[in-house]
């Protein structure tokens, strides 16, 4: 079932300030949304927008005294495990490269 949500052909919605600050607009101030500029993530909320979860703060804590990620990791526990790998840096990585290379059309673009 996790799959269904966050597996292929899913992929997590990226954010700019600009979205981010509107977002946080008609959220609660406990609640606001906080963006990973490097990735375009967001720190504690899940961004795959079929997830039944999607925008819900999975922060414990814990994660909001030390300044940590686990339960949006533990959200995604199911992602990472048995055949599925968590690769750090994967979406900075890529956004990088969809940023060199964004004046290709789709079908140029996955063969680059």
């Not at 500029?37 to 814990?62: I, R």
């Not at 940590?68 to 890529?94: C, D, E, N, Q, T």
Request: charged share 20%; net charge neutral; with cysteine.
């Amino acid at each position: 079932m996790f799959l269904k949500f966050h597996g292929s052909p899913n992929s997590p919605q990226t954010f700019n300030y600009a979205e981010i600050i509107a977002l946080n607009k008609s959220r609660p101030p406990t609640d606001q949304l906080e963006l990973i500029p490097e990735s375009g993530l967001l720190k504690h909320h899940c961004c795959f927008e079929k997830c039944p979860d999607y925008l819900v703060n999975q922060a414990t804590e814990s994660d909001k005294i030390f300044n940590r990620r686990h339960g949006l990791f533990a959200h995604f526990k199911w992602y990472f495990m048995p055949s599925h790998l968590y690769i750090p840096g994967f979406h900075v990585l890529f956004k990088s490269y969809a940023g060199k290379h964004r004046h290709l059309p789709p079908d140029e673009f996955v063969e680059a």
